[in-house]
């Protein structure tokens, strides 16, 4: 069964850093692509940043880029977000997702920034 | 970006009833669209991807179709289970852009 479990959330002031952690089981981890996507409260989905398999190619949504860095341990079948000057809009519940088109996500991870 | 705008963002309809949720992308995205459904305080599942194959496990009553700018997500005969948000995704083009939802609740 494909598992995807995130963590690392909670509340932080603005400005600062976090670095979220999805922890994937089930699947050869190293196969696949993976995403974070978020979702603002009472707001639609947002596609924040991908990357391949083998981690040589990343992308991100204008919004984020030069803030956050998406990364990946295949040795630890674990996907990381490192989220840098934050601001008030980052604030979201932020979804790991398999591949890139979002096959399986996980529970997701609250997010809060706020001072 | 690609722009997806989806409709209707809210929808009530009866069990047994057949409902369609359309999206339309602002250029021609091939076939590459999902669609998902997000109960609430749940992560979204996929139901259909690349516009009209059905995902592993989910009901034959969830169907897709369309290609190029105009899609269609369709259950054949709603079930109360299926009460939930539903969402457009598409996937043709950086970035990946989602709908804003359309809310289906019963009648």
């Known amino acids: 069964e494909v598992q995807l479990v995130e963590s690392g959330g909670g509340l932080v002031q603005p400005g600062r850093s976090m670095k979220l952690s999805c922890a994937a089981s089930?699947?050869?981890?190293?196969?696949?692509?993976m995403a974070w996507v978020r979702q603002a409260p009472t707001k639609g989905l947002e596609w924040v940043a991908t990357?391949?398999?083998?981690?040589?190619?990343?992308y991100y949504r204008d919004s984020v880029k030069g803030r956050f860095t998406i990364s990946r341990d295949n040795a630890k079948s674990t996907l990381y977000l490192q989220m840098n000057s934050l601001r008030s809009e980052d604030t979201a519940t932020y979804y790991c997702?398999?591949?890139?088109?979002?096959?399986?996500w996980g529970q997701g991870v609250m997010v809060t920034v706020s001072s | 970006d690609i722009q997806m705008t989806q409709s209707p963002s809210f929808l009530s309809a009866s069990v047994g009833d057949r409902v369609t949720i359309n999206c339309k992308a602002s250029?021609?995205?091939?076939?590459?669209l999902n669609w998902y459904q997000q109960k609430l305080g749940e992560a979204p599942k996929l139901l259909i991807y690349?516009?009209?194959s059905l995902q592993t496990g989910i009901p034959s009553r969830f169907s897709g179709s369309g290609s190029g700018t105009d899609f269609t997500l369709t259950i054949s005969s709603l079930q109360p289970e299926d009460v939930a948000t539903y969402f457009c995704?598409?996937?043709?083009?950086?970035?990946?852009?989602f709908g804003a939802g359309t809310k289906l609740e019963l009648k």
């Open positions: 690349n516009a009209n």
């Open positions: 997702t398999r591949g890139t088109m979002g096959d399986y």
């Open positions: 089930g699947f050869t981890f190293s196969n696949y692509g």
């Open positions: 995704l598409q996937h043709n083009s950086w970035p990946n852009t």
């Open positions: 990357i391949s398999y083998d981690g040589s190619s990343t």
């Open positions: 250029q021609n995205i091939n076939r590459y």
